[in-house]
């Protein structure tokens, strides 16, 4: 079954705004990725937080993680057109093959001018 | 410029055709992926590669046949398929295969079968 699931699955927001998007997942996990899709491009990893952290930044990205809950989320501060694209989580299978990503379907974001 | 580079980034073919798609990396990596990205659906891992080994087959259909001849390069290679294969296909690669680690994409294969 899928691991880890987005919402929403589609945020229109204006520029300057901040951009909020949340993924759940299922089971035990040794660490959440996050990873931006422009169209027609390939994936590009934005941060990795690993479970026994609570929160990252990277520049306007802040990652969060509840491992109680089984929740992350991303916050985008001060969002700009060039923002625009489809944002996944991505987490690993633990165990023996924590090294297998599981994708969400992705939150699409559109910032507007 | 990701460092992952894939060819062709369009390819049109018939169900009898025989094609492959190429992946070149740049990194210095020793693990490959291949995985199918369709519309509304998540992103599904294919095959691993680590130091030229397949380690992992993810149920993957037989008219997919992927090689590794070296770290550096994994193709797939394409017979008999079907409308539904038709996707997106994505290759990534990272340092090695183990947890905590960053995988870098390619720009992908877009595949319409006809």
């Known amino acids: 079954s899928q691991q880890g699931e987005e919402d929403p699955q589609a945020l229109s927001i204006q520029e300057g705004e901040n951009a909020t998007m949340n993924c759940s997942y299922k089971?035990?996990?040794?660490?959440l990725q996050w990873y931006r899709q422009n169209s027609g491009r390939g994936l590009v990893h934005l941060i990795l937080?690993?479970?026994?952290?609570r929160e990252k930044h990277s520049g306007r990205l802040r990652v969060t993680l509840d491992t109680s809950k089984k929740s992350s989320s991303l916050l985008i501060t001060a969002s700009r057109a060039a923002d625009t694209a489809s944002y996944f989580c991505?987490?690993?299978?633990?165990?023996?093959?924590?090294?297998?990503?599981?994708f969400g379907k992705g939150t699409l974001l559109t910032v507007n001018p | 410029e990701t460092g992952v580079t894939q060819t062709p980034r369009h390819l049109v073919m018939g169900m009898t055709n025989k094609k492959s798609l190429k992946c070149e990396q740049h990194?210095?990596?020793?693990?490959m992926y291949w995985y199918k990205q369709s519309a509304k659906k998540p992103l599904e891992l294919m095959f691993v590669?680590?130091?030229?080994?397949?380690?992992e087959n993810n149920s993957v259909p037989s008219r997919f046949s992927p090689e590794c001849p070296n770290s550096s390069h994994l193709f797939l290679h394409l017979h008999t398929l079907q409308p539904e294969d038709s996707a997106l296909y994505l290759c990534?690669?990272?340092?090695?295969?183990?947890?905590?680690?960053?995988?870098?994409f390619g720009d992908g294969t877009r595949l319409s079968i006809l």
């Open positions: 990534a690669s990272t340092t090695r295969v183990t947890a905590n680690q960053p995988q870098h």
């Open positions: 089971t035990s996990i040794n660490n």
């Open positions: 937080i690993r479970s026994n952290e």
């Open positions: 991505a987490t690993d299978a633990g165990g023996g093959s924590n090294y297998k990503l599981t």
């Open positions: 990194l210095g990596h020793n693990a």
């Open positions: 590669y680590n130091f030229k080994e397949q380690t």
